[in-house]
């Protein structure tokens, strides 16, 4: 499985880009940002786009992603849970904010045909299963764990401290790699409390939950650019070989 990193940080700024991660050229893992595709080519091989929640950073790169399939004669399918297609529905795609983007350029062929996801179950998605599976943030969202015939991705989405989706990778058959994001420093923590998102320390009790097997890599994602610096120097210095901290740009075979 190919893991190409277009943007990884939890807010934009100079230098930094939100996230969206892009699966086998094919499958795109939320879409903050779409600015890193080198044009038409690379964006007329993606199909499908899977979100893990509403908030801005995650879908900011879809209505023009949407628009240049479009014109393409292709389209997008959106996955998410009934609760993040409803957050579009209503204060983005509603005419107002952008236009009802399920109806045009055609109702018959539109740039986004929304897909919904029933938590715990898993859907097919060329050559790869997908299954959403909820974690703790501030709004309803997902992880998922997303599988080919060799190797699992597990992508934690925005989250707190959470259980679900660590026992649904203790269960997973061939899980190679965990993304986690990581939003705030240590000293942060009550901010990342009321926000629901993980500091290092709160990352180390996350992975006590999971059966961390020989070769598996956990990749960092979601850093607040503010604090990158800060943040960067608190991973370091858990001492973790197999820890990433992503870059725009990277590419990983998994």
């Given at each position: 499985m190919r893991l190409r990193v277009l943007g990884c940080y939890g807010a934009e700024a100079l230098g930094y880009k939100s996230a969206a991660f892009l699966i086998n050229d094919l499958l795109l893992v939320d879409a903050g940002n779409i600015n890193s595709l080198s044009g038409a080519d690379e964006i007329s091989g993606i199909r499908h786009l899977i979100l893990s929640h509403a908030h801005l950073d995650h879908i900011k790169g879809?209505?023009?992603?949407?628009?240049?399939?479009?014109?393409?004669?292709?389209?997008?399918?959106?996955?998410?849970?009934?609760?993040?297609?409803?957050?579009?529905?209503?204060?983005?795609?509603?005419?107002s904010i952008w236009p009802?983007?399920?109806?045009?350029?055609?109702?018959?062929?539109?740039?986004?045909?929304?897909?919904?996801?029933?938590?715990?179950?898993p859907v097919?998605?060329?050559?790869?299963?997908?299954?959403?599976?909820?974690?703790?943030?501030t709004v309803p969202t997902v992880g998922f764990v997303i599988s080919d015939d060799g190797s699992s991705i597990l992508y934690s989405g925005d989250t707190w401290t959470t259980d679900r989706i660590w026992e649904e990778a203790n269960n997973t058959v061939n899980l190679k790699g965990l993304m986690i994001e990581v939003s705030y420093p240590n000293r942060l923590k009550e901010r990342a409390v009321i926000t629901r998102h993980l500091t290092p320390l709160l990352l180390t009790e996350e992975l006590r939950?999971?059966?961390?097997?020989?070769?598996?890599?956990?990749f960092i994602y979601h850093l607040k650019p503010p604090f990158v610096d800060e943040i960067k120097r608190e991973i370091c210095e858990l001492k973790m070989d197999n820890l990433v901290l992503l870059e725009e740009g990277d590419v990983f075979e998994v």
């Amino acid at each position: 499985m190919r893991l190409r990193v277009l943007g990884c940080y939890g807010a934009e700024a100079l230098g930094y880009k939100s996230a969206a991660f892009l699966i086998n050229d094919l499958l795109l893992v939320d879409a903050g940002n779409i600015n890193s595709l080198s044009g038409a080519d690379e964006i007329s091989g993606i199909r499908h786009l899977i979100l893990s929640h509403a908030h801005l950073d995650h879908i900011k790169g879809l209505p023009f992603l949407a628009e240049q399939l479009a014109e393409g004669g292709k389209g997008l399918e959106v996955f998410g849970t009934e609760e993040t297609l409803s957050s579009l529905r209503q204060h983005i795609f509603n005419g107002s904010i952008w236009p009802d983007l399920s109806k045009l350029p055609t109702p018959q062929n539109p740039a986004i045909r929304y897909m919904k996801m029933l938590e715990g179950v898993p859907v097919a998605m060329s050559r790869l299963s997908v299954k959403a599976v909820p974690v703790n943030h501030t709004v309803p969202t997902v992880g998922f764990v997303i599988s080919d015939d060799g190797s699992s991705i597990l992508y934690s989405g925005d989250t707190w401290t959470t259980d679900r989706i660590w026992e649904e990778a203790n269960n997973t058959v061939n899980l190679k790699g965990l993304m986690i994001e990581v939003s705030y420093p240590n000293r942060l923590k009550e901010r990342a409390v009321i926000t629901r998102h993980l500091t290092p320390l709160l990352l180390t009790e996350e992975l006590r939950k999971i059966d961390l097997k020989n070769g598996m890599m956990i990749f960092i994602y979601h850093l607040k650019p503010p604090f990158v610096d800060e943040i960067k120097r608190e991973i370091c210095e858990l001492k973790m070989d197999n820890l990433v901290l992503l870059e725009e740009g990277d590419v990983f075979e998994v």
